[in-house]
């Protein structure tokens, strides 16, 4: 899993994403003129991996803001396997679900007001 996502975001590094014709629109974008909670995201893999830490949290600030929490699960969930231990289906409580629900939802419609400019991509 952790070379697929090497491979991946090397191939993003490789590639940029503000040039057009290498990657499709995004669906929601296109169908609504409207940015999802995912757009940007090439984009900010792109400037991470060539070490823009500011301009990656200005192309998706929530994404960014979720990678050390997706490097947690993805260590517990390593850790777990290479034990042989199933991993604990209590990792992720019901409330923190609910949580990161709400404000990916006040994200996804902040982005798309004229005061929440600053969070489109």
């Known amino acids: ?33 409207h940015y999802c909670p995912g757009c940007g995201s090439l984009r900010m893999v792109h400037a991470l991996a060539h070490g823009h830490v500011a301009e990656a949290f200005g192309r998706n600030a929530l ?28 990792l992720l409580k019901p409330w923190a679900i609910i949580v990161f629900t709400v404000v990916t939802v006040v994200f996804w419609v902040v982005r798309n007001l004229p005061i929440g400019h600053a969070l489109a991509p």
Do not use: E, K, S
Not at 10 to 19: F, T
Not at 63 to 84: E, I, N, Q, S
């Open 63 to 90: 994404a960014l803001l979720t990678l050390p929490f997706l490097a947690y699960v993805w260590v517990r969930w390593a850790v777990a396997a290479h034990r042989g231990r199933p991993l604990q289906a209590n």
């Open 1 to 33: 899993m952790l070379g697929a996502v090497a491979a991946a975001v090397a191939y993003v590094g490789l590639i940029d994403p503000n040039r057009p014709g290498h990657y499709p629109t995004c669906p929601f974008y296109a169908v609504t003129g």
